[in-house]
């Protein structure tokens, strides 16, 4: 993990040695148990982050990964100012967000991919209305940031419909709506392509991409799908079992590996050393796993070999993510 004092002193979050915990009510399976839970409650201590460091300058769009119940919605949730920690420090733009959670509030926007701020049953465009009010955005401003949000996220034939009859892609686009309507400073995005089919995955990237770009507005995104990482961010945290693992690059998260697929001229028989390499095989198509000496292998290949064609390639970075997350759970053991 990179250390606080390697970030830049103008950083706009900073988040150090933050713990959560909380206690959970227990009782023992069938009818008896919930009679003696009446009686006599057990409870358990569940530690949800521990030690959690980092710091986000003003402008940064940055993803947080990590399994079910790793820690990402909880430290979302201290960032917002909705849950108090037990521990640690969490400075957000000088201001502390559970402490201070009036003003902070006014300065950040956040979707939660599987809960909405917009109203059930009420049209989306007296949503948008009801949140200009509570926010007490002028007339002026909201008309302004409103029509835009409506033009770029293509709301316009949603506007009069309530929001119980959206599709889950269309209630997405409008929650991300209603949650820049105040044009905050920073967006907290809790797994906003839950769900989504392909186009609405890509709009939703998209938006997000230029409302960091042209507007400079600080991201945080939780979420489990790689390819939101790979398209939007240029930092990614790691954390498992509310531990801080990684914080780097998407690049720093790549291992060492290659894999090179070749299209030989008829089904080759491999030495010793090549089929030690192999990894899978289709006919004419071989998969090769190499840990290095790609240029020596490729030299081999060709002289050995009559190849019509062939890609070098990293293996696909949820599979780096699956194994760093199970190397977590072997050091836990």
């Known amino acids: 993990m990179t250390a606080l004092s390697q970030r830049s002193s103008d950083a706009q979050i900073v988040v150090e040695g933050l713990e959560k915990r909380f206690r959970i009510a227990r009782r023992d399976r069938g009818l008896w148990g919930a009679v003696r839970g009446l009686a006599r409650r057990d409870y358990q201590d569940v530690l949800a982050l521990h030690d959690v460091s980092f710091q986000i300058a003003a402008g940064e769009l940055v993803g947080y990964i990590g399994p079910n119940g790793a820690g990402k919605s909880t430290t979302i949730k201290i960032l917002s100012g909705i849950l108090v920690p037990s521990g640690g420090r969490c400075e957000i ?3 502390v967000p559970w402490r201070d959670r009036v003003a902070h509030v006014a300065r950040i926007g956040v979707v939660f991919g599987q809960r909405t701020q917009l109203w059930w049953d009420l049209p989306v465009i007296e949503s948008f209305e009801l949140l200009r009010d509570m926010y ?3 007339q002026h401003r909201y008309q302004r940031s409103v029509d835009e949000l409506i033009a770029l996220l293509d709301l316009e034939p949603l506007l009069d419909n309530p929001v119980r009859q959206l599709s889950l892609g269309q209630r997405m686009r409008c929650d ?3 949650s820049l309507i ?3 400073e920073i967006i907290f995005l809790d797994e906003p392509t839950i769900g989504l ?6 709009a939703m990237r998209k938006f997000i991409k230029k409302q960091n770009r042209e507007r400079g ?3 945080l995104l939780t979420t489990h799908d790689m390819d939101d990482i790979e398209a939007l961010c240029s930092r990614v945290m790691l954390i498992n079992h509310g531990t801080l693992l990684q914080d ?3 690049e720093d998260l790549r291992s ?5 697929v070749v299209d030989f001229q008829g089904v080759p028989t491999l030495t010793p050393d090549h089929q030690r390499l192999l990894e899978s095989s289709q006919g004419e198509r071989l998969v090769f796993a190499l840990a290095g000496g790609v240029t020596e292998f490729l030299g081999e290949l060709t002289a050995h070999y009559q190849v019509r064609d062939l890609v070098v390639e990293h293996p696909p970075i949820e599979e780096t993510v699956a194994e760093l997350y199970r190397q977590a759970r072997s050091s836990l053991r």
């Open 256 to 260: 060492d590996q290659r894999r090179v």
């Open 248 to 250: 780097g690059t998407v």
């Open 217 to 219: 507005t600080t991201v």
């Open 197 to 202: 089919d392909a186009v609405s995955k890509l």
């Open 136 to 138: 007490r955005v002028d």
């Open 182 to 184: 105040h044009e905050p």
């Open 93 to 95: 733009s000088g201001l």
């Open 176 to 178: 991300l709506a209603a």
